[in-house]
C-alpha cells in the first residue's frame, strides 16, 4: 500500500523524474519561468506541502550536488576573453554587490530590526550573497558570453568570496580565534587551494584528454575535478560552490561549447542534477510560516526588501559607472538577486552560535524569514532573468549581420580510416557556421572491384558511427558511400552533386600504399575542384591546442577565397579559445586585423611579420606540440602562387615532422578546364626536377657544388 511521505527509492525517483518532466510543460502554459516552477512544485510535493517526498539525506545529497554542478557550469560557460575584457565590470559589481547591501543591512538591522552588531553583521552578509539560480535561463537563450552575463557571473565569485570571509570571521570571534595567526592561516590556505586548482588542474588536464579521448571518460574526469576542487575549499572552511567555479573557470577552454563533453554535461546537470537542486530549496519553504506570526512576517519583510532594494541599487550604480544599457542593469539585477547556497550556509551557522546571554546570533524569526527570502527572491529571479534574456535574445537576433544571398556553406568531408574520421569531424563542428545549421556531408568512397561489397560495408559502419556522434553535438549530417572506378573522381563528382563549399580531408597516412606526401588522391582532388580544400593532421585532441599557427603568402588577399578560410579559422579559434598567431606581410594583416576586429572581436588574434615565404623553415622553431600549424597555399596559376610552393611538401617532411599541420588551397576563380596547356596528371615533383635532382648527385653535379660559389 502506497503511504506518505514515499520511502520507495524507485517510487521517489519517479516523483521527482515527474516533477522535471510536468513542471515545465505546465509553467510555460501559465506563462511562468521554468526555475520558479521548479521551486513551486518543490513547496507543493515537498514536507510542508501535500507531503509526498520526505527531503532525506538522498535529496539533501542531490540538491548539494545540483548547486555544485550549477556554480561549474557558469565558470565552465564563460568566454574567458569576455571575462578578461570585463574584468573592471566583474570586480566593480563584485565590490558593489558586496557593500552596498552590508552597508545598508547594518544600519536596517540595528535601527528597525534592533539586532545587536554581531548580528546584524552576519544577516547584512546573507543580502549580500547571492546564487545563480537562474543560470539555466542563460544557456537556454544562449547568452552566456554577453557583457552583462559575463560581469554578473565573475561577481558572484566575487560577493560570495567574501561573504564566506564574514561567515568565518564571525565563527572565529566565537571560537575566540580572531588573530593574526587566524587570518594568516586563513591566507595562506585560500592561496594554497587556488594556486593548486589554477596551476595543477589545468595541467592534469591537458593530460588527462590527451591520452583519454573518451568521452565517457572525460565525463567523468570533469566531474571528479568539479568535486575535488569543491571538497578541497571546504576542507579549508570556504564553501565548496566556489571550488567548483574556480574549476570550471581553469578548464573551459579544454571543453570547447561545440564538443561532444559540454553537450554531455549540460545534458545532465540540466536534466538531473539542477532540478533537484531547485525542488529541494522549493521543500524548505514552510508555507505555515506566513501564518506563523507577526514578527517573522516582519523579519522577512525587512530581509526581502533589503536584499532586492540593495542589489537594484548595486545593479544601477554598475550600470552607471560602466555607462551599460538598462536592459543590461536588468539582466545583471535578475542573475544577483536570487538568494540560495551561501545564504542557506550563513544562517544554519548563525543559528548555532550561541551569544553569551543563552541566545541564538541568528533566531528563529531569522531562520524562517530566511526560508521565505529564498523563495520569493528565486522566483522573482527566475521572472526578471527570464524577461530579460528574452529581450536580449531578440535584440542579439535583429543585430546579427544578415547573412549573404549566396551563402554556399556547405561542407562536405571526405573519410576513409576511422582514426581520422572524428578529428575531420570536429575541424568541420569548430569551423561551419552555426547560425545558418546546415549540416555537413559525410563522404566514403569505395573502389568498383572485386572487394566492393565489403569495402562499402565497412564504409557504412563508419559513417553510422560518425553520424551518431555527430547527431549527439546537433550536428546534422547527410552520409553517402560510394562506388568509383576512380577514387579522385568519386570525390570530385560527389562534390559537384551535393554543391558543396569546401571538403575537408585526412593528411595521407599510410605510407605503405604511396610514398609521396599528397598519396595517391589528394593531389588529384585539390587540383581538380576550384573551391576550398582543407587537410588535416593532427597527433593530439583539438580541446588540448593553445595556439593556431598560420602561414599566410603574400598577395593571399587577393585570391577569392581569402574570407572564406579567415572566417573559418576565426570560428576554430574562437570556439577553442586559443591564439592564434598570423605570419603574413604588413599589406596582407591590415586586412586580416580589421576583418577580425569587426566579425570575431573575441578572438585572441596575434600578428608577426614573415617577408619571404623562404622563411616557413623557420617557424619551425615557434610551433609546440600543442599548436596547430596552419599553411596557406595555392594552386598554380593563381594570384598568390609562387615557386617557393613547389618545395612544400619537403619542407614539412622536414621541419614539421610531428607536428599538427592543415593545409588549406583557397577558393580560385573559374572551373579546372582541361587544357593543352596544363597536364591532367600530377606528380610531387616535375621531371625537371627529378633531373636536376639526378644530376646534382652525379660526380660533375658534386664537382659543380664543390668549387662552383
Known amino acids: 500500500m502506497l503511504t506518505f511521505p514515499v520511502t520507495d527509492p524507485m517510487m521517489k525517483f519517479f516523483v521527482v523524474l515527474a516533477i522535471i518532466l510536468i513542471a515545465p510543460i505546465v509553467m510555460g502554459k501559465l506563462r511562468i519561468p521554468h526555475i520558479a516552477g521548479m521551486v513551486l512544485a518543490g513547496m507543493l510535493v515537498g514536507p510542508y506541502g501535500l507531503n509526498i517526498l520526505a527531503k532525506d539525506g538522498s535529496f539533501d545529497l542531490f540538491a548539494h550536488v545540483g548547486l555544485i554542478y550549477l556554480m561549474f557550469l557558469a565558470g565552465l560557460e564563460m568566454n574567458m576573453g569576455n571575462f578578461r575584457k570585463n574584468r573592471v565590470g566583474t570586480f566593480t559589481l563584485g565590490i558593489m554587490a558586496f557593500v552596498i547591501p552590508m552597508v545598508m543591512g547594518i544600519v536596517v538591522n540595528t535601527t528597525v530590526l534592533r539586532y545587536g552588531w554581531l548580528t546584524s553583521i552576519l544577516l547584512a552578509s546573507m543580502y549580500a550573497s547571492h546564487t545563480l539560480i ?28 567574501l561573504t564566506l570571509l564574514v561567515l568565518a570571521m564571525v565563527g572565529g570571534y566565537f571560537k575566540g580565534d580572531i588573530t593574526g595567526e587566524f587570518w594568516l592561516m586563513l591566507f595562506l590556505k585560500v592561496a594554497a587551494v587556488f594556486f593548486v586548482i589554477i596551476y595543477f588542474f589545468p595541467r592534469v588536464t591537458r593530460y588527462f584528454f590527451h591520452h583519454y579521448e573518451d568521452n565517457v571518460n572525460q565525463f567523468i574526469f570533469v566531474l571528479a575535478l568539479t568535486f575535488l576542487g569543491a571538497i578541497m575549499m571546504e576542507l579549508i572552511g570556504m564553501e565548496g560552490l566556489l571550488g567548483a567555479f574556480l574549476v570550471g ?56 526588501v533589503m536584499a532586492l532594494s540593495s542589489k537594484w541599487i548595486a545593479s544601477l550604480v554598475t550600470q552607471k559607472l560602466l555607462g551599460m544599457r538598462p536592459l543590461e542593469r536588468n539582466m545583471i539585477f535578475g542573475l544577483s538577486t536570487a538568494q540560495a547556497g551561501a545564504t542557506l550556509a550563513a544562517v544554519l551557522v548563525g543559528y548555532s552560535l550561541f551569544l553569551p546571554n543563552g541566545q541564538r546570533l541568528l533566531n528563529d524569526d531569522v531562520l524562517n524569514g530566511t526560508v521565505i527570502l529564498i523563495l520569493v527572491t528565486c522566483v522573482f529571479s527566475s521572472f526578471c532573468t527570464e524577461s530579460a534574456s528574452k529581450r536580449m535574445a531578440l535584440e542579439k537576433k535583429s543585430a546579427m549581420p544578415k547573412e549573404e544571398v549566396g551563402d554556399d556553406e556547405k561542407i562536405m568531408i571526405s ?52 553520424t551518431k556522434e555527430a547527431n549527439a553535438i546537433g550536428l546534422m549530417v547527410q552520409s553517402q558511400v560510394r562506388v ?36 595517391k588522391f589528394i593531389q588529384g582532388i585539390f587540383w581538380g575542384l576550384n573551391r576550398q580544400v582543407i587537410i588535416v593532421e593532427s597527433f593530439r585532441p583539438l580541446n588540448t591546442l593553445r595556439c593556431i599557427q598560420v602561414a599566410v603568402p603574400s598577395r593571399a588577399e587577393f585570391e577569392p577565397g581569402f574570407y572564406r578560410w579567415l572566417e573559418r579559422l576565426s570560428r576554430m579559434a574562437e570556439n577553442l579559445e586559443c591564439r592564434v598567431r598570423f605570419h603574413c606581410r604588413v599589406e596582407t594583416q591590415a586586412l586580416i586585423q580589421e576583418y577580425i576586429k569587426k566579425r570575431h572581436p573575441e578572438v585572441r588574434a596575434e600578428y608577426q611579420l614573415m617577408a619571404h615565404w623562404n622563411e616557413l623553415p623557420r617557424l619551425a622553431r615557434e610551433v609546440a606540440d600543442d599548436h596547430m600549424f596552419v599553411v596557406i597555399t595555392a594552386r598554380k596559376g593563381t594570384i598568390s602562387y609562387k615557386s617557393a610552393l613547389e618545395r612544400l611538401p619537403d619542407e614539412l617532411t622536414q621541419y614539421y615532422q610531428g607536428k599538427n599541420l592543415m593545409i588549406i588551397f583557397p577558393d580560385q576563380y573559374g572551373a579546372p578546364m582541361m587544357t593543352m596547356a596544363e597536364p591532367q596528371h600530377t606528380e610531387d615533383k616535375s621531371a625537371y626536377a627529378v633531373i636536376g635532382g639526378w644530376f646534382m648527385k652525379s660526380a660533375m653535379g658534386k664537382y659543380i657544388q664543390k668549387h662552383v660559389k
Open 484 to 519: 568509383a572506378t576512380n577514387i579522385t573522381n568519386g570525390i570530385k563528382h560527389a562534390f559537384k552533386e551535393f554543391n558543396a563549399s569546401e571538403i575537408i580531408m585526412g593528411m595521407h597516412m599510410r605510407k605503405d600504399t604511396s610514398k609521396t606526401f599528397w598519396g
Open 415 to 466: 573519410m576513409k580510416y576511422p582514426e581520422t574520421a572524428g578529428l575531420l569531424m570536429e575541424v568541420a563542428n569548430l569551423m561551419r557556421n552555426r547560425t545558418l545549421n546546415r549540416g555537413v556531408v559525410a563522404l566514403n568512397v569505395v573502389y568498383d572491384d572485386e572487394k566492393r561489397l565489403y569495402y562499402q560495408e565497412r564504409g557504412r559502419q563508419l559513417l553510422d558511427h560518425i
Open 134 to 161: 537562474a543560470y539555466p535561463i542563460i544557456l537556454r537563450y544562449g547568452l552566456s558570453s554577453q557583457r552583462s552575463v559575463t560581469i554578473a557571473v565573475g561577481a558572484t565569485a566575487i560577493t560570495d568570496t
Open 249 to 304: 573557470l581553469v578548464i573551459n577552454r579544454y571543453v570547447p561549447n561545440v564538443s561532444p563533453l559540454m553537450n554531455h554535461l549540460e545534458f545532465v546537470g540540466n536534466a538531473l542534477f539542477i532540478p533537484y537542486f531547485l525542488i529541494g530549496v522549493g521543500m524548505l519553504v514552510n508555507v505555515n510560516l506566513l501564518f506563523g506570526g507577526v514578527e517573522t512576517l516582519h523579519v522577512a519583510a525587512v530581509m526581502i
